[in-house]
Structures are given as C-alpha cells and as structure tokens.
C-alpha cells in the first residue's frame, strides 16, 4: 500500500456548486463522484476536471443526506424517509423502499459489499442486503427522546474494517456496538462530551456523535463531533474526537482541533498510520491524527464547511464536498 | 430624601414607604413602585364595558426569533426552502410546517400573518418595537403591551397581578423585558425568571394564619399613619398593598402541581410547556396578559436540527394551550399571540443556519376577536421579501387592539402631549379580524 503523506496535503481543485452537499460517494479507480445534494438530488460529477457538468441521477423530492456506492449500485437516503437503489451502468432505478418512519442521516456499505446499513431518526438502524433490498435486522438501543424530553437524532454509522460489527452514533453521545451477524448488541459507549444541553441560557441543545470509525483491528472506536458549547447558537466549541476501547466501555484517548466546528467524517487508515478528521464550522478544516504516538501529523482549513470525504484507492487524492464547493486534495510528494 | 418616620419613635424609625417596599421585596413584586402620574381620558362607561368582558392576552414569546420557514410559513422545493415539507391543514389551501402536525389539525382559531417587514434585525431594539408595536423615541418611554392590557383590561380591585411574564432562559432576557413605560410600574411586568411561582411569595413557615394576623397588623398600623392624612399617594400603595397580599393570598394560582396529572401530562413535561399550563391558570383567574418566553431560537447554526427540536414543542404547547382555552370556554375572550422579535433568513449559511430577518416573517395571532382558520399576507417564492399585505408592527398591535375591543386610535396624556396607542394613521388589518 502506497504510503500517502498528510504533510503533502495540498488542494489541487476546487468545484463550485450551488447549495450543501451532504454526502459523497467515489466510483471506484475514477474520479467521479456521486454527491448528495440539499435541492434534493444526487448528481454524478467529474472531480477531474473543474467545470465538468454534473449529471442528475436520482431525485429525492427533499434533501439527500447520504449516498454510497456497492459497485454498480448507489443507493441514496434522505428527508423523504425513503432508501433509492439505483443502477449506474444502465442509469435506472433499481428499488425504492421505504425504509425508514423519520429522515435517513447516514448510510454504510459493508466492506464485502453485500450490507448497507441505514440509520434514521426514528431511532432504529436498519440492515439489507443490498443485491436484493429485503431488510435483514432492525438494531434499536438508541432513546427516542433525549433526558429532556425531547426528540433525539440518529446521526451516523459505520463498519468495521472485516465487517463483523457495526457502530451507531446519536444526538446525546450514545454510541453502540452491534454484531452484525446477530444483531447483538455487545456494547454500549457514552460519549456526553459531544452533546451540549444549554438547560440554562438558550433552554436547547447542539451537537451530537457526528462520525465514527473502527481501528483496522475493530477493537476501538473514533467518535467526531465538537466539544462542550458555550453558545449554542453557533458552533463554538471545539472540534472533538474520543478513541474508545469499546469492549472495555474505556476511553483510550481524546484530543481536540484548533478549530471550531464539527467533525463530521472519520476515516482510519487501514495500517493504523493515522486518523484523518474532516469537518468544519464557519469553515472547514481537516486534521490528521497519528493514531500510534497520539499527536496531529497535520491539519489545515478548507474553503468550505466540510460535510463528507472519500480517499482514493492509494490513499493519494481525497476528494471533499460541503457547503457550495467539492475540494479535490493529494498527499502525494 | 428625608423620609417621615412611621410612628415617631426611635425604635421605630421606619417609614410608612419603607414598610410597605420591605413587604414588596419580600413578595418578589415590583408592584410597589408609585403610580403613574399619566392622566388616561376615555369614557369611564367604555372602559368598564371593555373590562366586564375581561379580554385576555397569553403570548407565546419565541425569543432569538423562531424560523417562519419551519413553521408558519414553508417554501418546500425551493433552495430556501430547508429540509421539512409543508403539510395541509384543517383549513383548505393552507399549509403549514410538517412539524406542527397538531396546529396543523386544528387552525380553525387561528390567523397567520406572513407579511411581516419589521425592519429591524437587532435582537434588542427589535424585541422592543415587537413588545411596543413601535419604535422607541428619546423623550416617551412607551409601554410594552402587557402593560397597557394591564392598564385597560385589569380589574378594578383584582387580588390577581395584571402582568406576569415567565422568561426562565437567561439569554434574551435583558433584550425582551416587561416595561410600563410611562404608565408607571403599577403596570408592569411580574417577571418570573427563575422559578414558576414568584420568589418569597409567602415565606417559609408562614402560615395562613400568621398571613392574615400579619395583614390585620398591617391594617391597623396603616390606619394610624393615615389618621389625618389624604393623598393619592396612600391610595396607591394601598391599592399596590392589597394587591400583593392578594397575590400572596392566591399562590395556588401558580402552583400547577394542583392541575390533575392528567392535565399535566397534556401539556407536556417541558419547562415551556408547564409555564403554558401556568399561563392558562392565571388566564382563567382574570390575569389580562401572561407572556411565556420561550427562549432561544437564534440558530445561528444547525438550524434545521434545532428546529427539529423546538417546533414540535411549540406545536405540542400552543395546540394544547388553544383546545385546554377553548374547553373552559375561555378562548373567545383569550388572543394567544406567538411573536418574537423578527424570524430567520431564508439564506442557508455555511453552518447550516439562518440568521436574522426582518424583512418578511411570520406571526400568529388566536382566538379572541380573529378570523381562524385564515392567512393574511403572502411572502414571496423565496421567503426573501414581502410579495403582498406587507405590515410593520403598528398595524399588527392596532390588529391585536382591535381584536380585544380597544380603541387603536385612544390617546394617553403623558402630561398635555397625547400619545396614542399606536401611531397615527395606524390601521389594523380587517381581514384578521372577526
């Protein structure tokens, strides 16, 4: 495996589009990305060239908050409740399902390619089988209502890396270890840290578990979000990561960016090199952690709040999309 | 100032005033203040008419300054639109925010007004104009509108204060606070901020008893010191007296712990939710202006989250507290206002936000004296600007006058200068009203 430096990180392209792109996927050994897209539809878009003209794939009717790729399959989820496969060797849609009762935040490919995983704010992570779209298992062990009544959010999800276990992450910092092959769940990690209850000053709260990642082995897990907020009006608290050993319910690690906002993408390279977090604020901002020794490698801003990422096969080109722009970056001397 | 002493001996070098503030600070009441010298002219037949149908206000104060585009006033589809759909309501062709499902079924009471350009995008000068329905002016300290429905709709030897405000969060409470202005602190605010019931409202380990001993004591020492002496003055803090020992006398009113569980459980366990059943509880008891502020909307960022949050208890709330009214048959007589001091920009920021608008946003006005089930204005496309009905807030408060049956155009004499209740040439919207 090529051994990309994050010290090389540079931006080589910027896309301008108008309105937030929530989520991305990559086609793979290409450069062309499918985005999630807030007017509601995925469009296919050539990172390789800076005024390609994007394709409309698929179209929600309301905001698309996450896209992924199985193959040939995207499958895309969003306000609409619903999950769309649809096919892009032949451009047709394959299935819609409704699969959700609340908005879908995030979805996962399994590794194998065969799972996605789904996860809505109706609380409840839903499992399928991909070639074929038939549910294999609910996982609910996520609160409906938040310690203060109020309704709660099921951000995120992600596998691990040999695709046994699977991580959930909610509005109050609840994360949870399931066992994909049973739907066990084999552990429960409180992250309070990343959820801010203002039961004083603005009677609300922000925050939330916003990303998660698995270590190579599976026996840790990374959880993005930002830190205590004073004012929860903006998000002026610190970008936040905890590293936990989640058999043990023990906390490894935690550290913090220099920047304000949230992290909203998590990815660990595959040889434990390092922890690459992506986020933003009023800004972005990107900071990779060397996961061994517990310092930051590098960090630096980007143009935009940053909403999602996907790294090329050789860990070389990282693409980026968020609010109004996709941002293409290298690690590569 | 030398103050004249009570009773002229040296152990008791108190005096009458300071007694009498020392009671009201111990109540936690500003009642004591003294009463305004404002002459209020006006057929004394009108007002009595307009108080014997004891019209009442609640208003539902979204401090920070709530999104009309996630709730009264949804563009779905389009850029601004933002993530939620609108859904129909019990009136035809109007369709508000999917999280107000319950507003949604039941808008036969209620007027929404989509045409607001208020102007002003600054939280404190615009929570001020939207209390007073104008702008402040250097020389005239207007009154808020609690303050004047304390001034026309309080009862004439009413044991219940006039003006309650509930406002528990800390953020915005200094922006937004009950005033009297120049009609004097007779008529302002009881400000309830930390607790629901007004702090030391009876002392602990006061009892009933020790509660009317205290108060034969109070008469008689006060019938001495009045022995020879007339002034308006005696009759104000004897009237600011009475009421605080009635406000004492009725502290159960605060106490929603007295409502059956299962009204409780109706209004939901949320603090804005027990201060709404508070506020209905006060109405029903003849209170003429309840706010309950329910602070803070300014979602400068992850607005769409907060909103996914908070609207569904102002939908949970304000549905409740309208059926709870129209049950006791108290709505016909009760306006429920949601207001705030603007709404939020149709623009999306990077942090996924909307900032501060002023320019076209939304309010609801509920009951007594409105039109249900209806629309008035319209916003453009966007939401950016007004596209028809645009009204500031001197229309909008002679509209909530009106619906309460009190003259827009009746002046108040600050001295020989007449000051109206909203400025003149001041209209209110007949389409709103009943």
Redesign the interface.
Same mark, same amino acid.
């Given at each position: 495996m090529p051994d990309a430096n994050p010290r090389n990180l540079r931006n080589v392209r910027e896309i301008n589009r108008? $309105?937030?792109l929530f989520s991305v996927a990559r086609v793979p050994n290409t450069a062309c990305l499918l985005v999630a897209s807030?007017?509601?539809k995925v469009y296919e878009v050539d990172a390789g060239q800076a005024n390609a003209a994007p394709r409309q794939v698929v179209d929600h009717g309301?905001?698309v908050n996450a896209v992924r790729l199985a193959g040939n399959t995207l499958i895309s989820g969003?306000?609409d409740n619903r999950l769309i496969w649809w096919n892009l060797q032949d451009n047709r849609e394959i299935r819609t399902i409704d699969a959700h009762t609340r908005?879908v935040r995030q979805l996962a490919v399994s590794p194998d390619g065969t799972k996605l995983a789904s996860v809505a704010?109706d609380m409840v992570c839903r499992l399928w089988n991909i070639a074929n779209g038939e549910p294999i298992r609910e996982l609910r062990g996520h609160e409906e209502r938040t310690p203060?009544?109020?309704?709660s959010?099921l951000y995120c999800c992600a596998f691990s890396n040999d695709g046994t276990k699977l991580a959930t992450g909610d509005?109050v910092g609840r994360v949870c270890i399931w066992n994909v092959a049973n739907g066990e769940r084999l552990s429960t990690v409180e992250v309070p840290s990343l959820y801010t209850w203002d039961g004083?000053?603005?009677?609300?709260?922000?925050g939330g578990v916003r990303s998660l990642a698995f270590s190579p082995d599976g026996t840790q897990i990374a959880v993005g979000g930002v830190g205590q907020i004073g004012n929860?009006?903006?998000?002026s608290g610190p970008s936040r990561v905890e590293i936990h050993n989640w058999a043990r319910r023990e906390r490894v690690s935690d550290f913090q960016g220099n920047q304000q906002?949230l992290f909203n993408k998590l990815v660990w390279h595959p040889n434990n090199q390092w922890l690459c977090c992506v986020g $933003? $604020?009023?800004?972005g901002f990107i900071l990779f952690r060397n996961t061994q020794n517990n310092t930051t490698i590098h960090q630096m801003n980007l143009p935009?709040?940053t909403h999602d990422s996907v790294f090329s096969e050789n860990w070389e080109t990282l693409y980026h999309v968020g609010?109004q722009k996709i941002v293409v970056q290298e690690l590569r001397p | 100032m030398k103050l004249k002493n009570f009773c002229g001996s040296p152990e008791h070098a108190v005096s009458r005033r300071g007694f009498l503030t020392s009671l009201a600070a111990a109540a936690g009441t500003a009642a004591f203040a003294d009463m305004s010298a404002i002459q209020v002219l006006g057929s004394p037949e009108v007002a009595n008419d307009l108080r014997a149908n004891q019209k009442r206000v609640i208003m539902l104060w979204l401090a920070?300054g709530a999104s009309q585009m996630e709730t009264f006033d949804p563009k779905p589809?389009v850029?601004t639109g933002?993530?939620?759909?609108s859904i129909a309501t019990s009136t035809p062709g109007i369709r508000i925010s999917e999280l107000m499902p319950r507003m949604a079924r039941r808008l036969k009471d209620t007027c929404i007004i989509r045409s607001l350009n208020t102007r002003n995008a600054d939280h404190g000068s615009a929570a001020r104009i939207m209390m007073r329905g104008r702008m402040g002016e250097p020389s005239v300290d207007y009154p808020d509108l609690g303050a004047v429905m304390a001034r026309e709709m309080g009862l004439e030897g009413s044991q219940v204060p006039d003006y309650v405000s509930f406002y =528990?969060? =800390?953020?915005g409470r200094s922006m937004s606070p009950g005033s009297a202005g120049f009609l004097g602190a007779r008529y302002g605010s009881m400000d309830l901020t930390t607790s629901m019931v007004p702090e030391n409202i009876r002392r602990a380990g006061v009892n009933e008893q020790d509660h009317s001993e205290r108060a034969e004591l109070r008469d008689q020492l006060s019938g001495m010191f009045e022995r020879g002496r007339t002034s308006s003055s005696l009759d104000s803090h004897n009237q600011a007296y009475r009421r605080v020992s009635g406000i004492m006398a009725n502290e159960q009113l605060f106490d929603i712990e007295r409502e059956p569980q299962r009204i409780r459980d109706r209004y939901?366990?949320?603090?804005?939710g027990r201060q709404a059943l508070a506020a209905r509880r006060l109405c029903e008891a003849g209170v003429p202006f309840i706010r309950v502020g329910?602070?803070?909307w300014? =979602?400068?960022?992850?607005n769409f989250?907060?909103h996914? #949050?908070?609207v569904? #208890?102002l939908d949970h709330v304000m549905s409740t507290l309208l059926d709870d009214l129209e049950e006791r048959g108290l709505l016909r007589n009760t306006l429920v206002i949601t207001l705030a001091e603007f709404g939020r920009t149709p623009s999306?920021n990077? =942090?996924?936000?909307r900032d501060h608008f002023a320019s076209a946003w939304s309010t609801t006005l509920s009951g007594c004296g409105v039109r249900g089930g209806t629309v008035y204005g319209r916003s453009d496309e966007s939401g950016n600007r007004v596209a028809e009905g645009e009204i500031g807030a001197a229309r909008l408060f002679a509209t909530i006058y009106r619906a309460l049956g009190i003259p827009h155009t009746k002046n108040y004499y600050l001295g020989a200068r007449p000051i109206p209740l909203t400025d003149p040439g001041t209209e209110p919207i007949r389409e709103v009203l009943a």
């Open positions: 108008p $309105g937030i807030n007017d509601n309301r905001y969003g306000y908005q704010d203060t009544n109020f309704g959010m509005r004083t000053q603005r009677i609300r709260s922000i929860v009006d903006g998000l906002g $933003g $604020g009023n800004n935009m709040h609010h | 920070g589809g850029p933002g993530p939620f759909q =528990t969060a =800390t953020e939901g366990n949320t603090l804005f329910r602070a803070w300014d =979602t400068h960022a992850q989250e907060s996914q #949050e908070m569904p #208890e999306i990077s =942090t996924v936000g």
